[in-house]
């Protein structure tokens, strides 16, 4: 298109502070970053078409049993804590799992940097989400992990997006 475009590469601080950066629409800037495509989302940011597809997988400490059902896994959440990001879809599951199932366990929030499943993996009693191509490729580097794949609550979104502000032309 006869554009001579310059990117300057800036690392966030956080996921929530990058969302919150082009949300505001206070800067020039894009979101190159696991973006899931949500609706609530697409009414705050823009999105580019999906360039991958969007499975997150609930796992669990080792110390947990592998459920067959939802309802047995339910009848464990309350002995469990759940390992979570801000502002992110994890956290928007987990909370809408805990409100429309009136179940009572508790939120650790962790930050961006840290990686959810390593910490569940150190930890007793814990479950979470995590991507699909994440827990395959960490489990493909190291089959030991000590982390249990539940075969329950697996979500499909959209799509991951590149995200623009909302007043952005691209």
């Known amino acids: 298109h006869g554009v001579d475009l310059t990117i300057n590469w800036k690392k966030a601080k956080s996921f929530s502070i990058l969302y ?8 020039h800037c894009m979101g190159a970053s696991a973006f899931s495509i949500t609706e609530n989302r697409r ?9 991958m597809s969007d499975i997150s997988v609930l796992i669990t400490s080792n110390d947990v049993p592998v459920v067959n059902s939802a309802e047995e896994f339910d009848e464990l959440l ?37 990686n959810i499943l390593r910490t569940i993996e150190r930890s007793k009693s814990t479950f979470g989400f995590i991507d699909l191509p ?6 493909n580097e190291d089959p030991s992990l000590k982390v249990k794949r539940q075969n329950i609550y697996t979500i499909k979104r959209e799509g ?3 995200t623009f502000p909302l007043n952005s032309d691209w």
Do not use: C, R, W
């Not at 705050?44 to 999906?50: A, D």
């Not at 390992?83 to 879809?89: D, G, L």
């Not at 994440?134 to 489990?139: A, G, I, K, P």
């Open 20 to 27: 919150e950066t082009i949300s505001e629409g206070k800067q």
């Open 43 to 51: 009414k705050e940011i823009k999105f580019s078409p999906p360039y």
């Open 160 to 162: 991951y997006g590149i």
């Open 78 to 114: 309350s002995k469990l804590t759940a390992i979570a990001i801000k502002k992110t879809t994890y956290e928007d599951e987990l909370i809408k799992m805990k409100t429309e199932g009136n179940i009572p366990f508790d939120i650790k929030y962790i930050h961006s940097s840290e």
């Open 134 to 139: 994440v827990y395959m490729l960490l489990f």
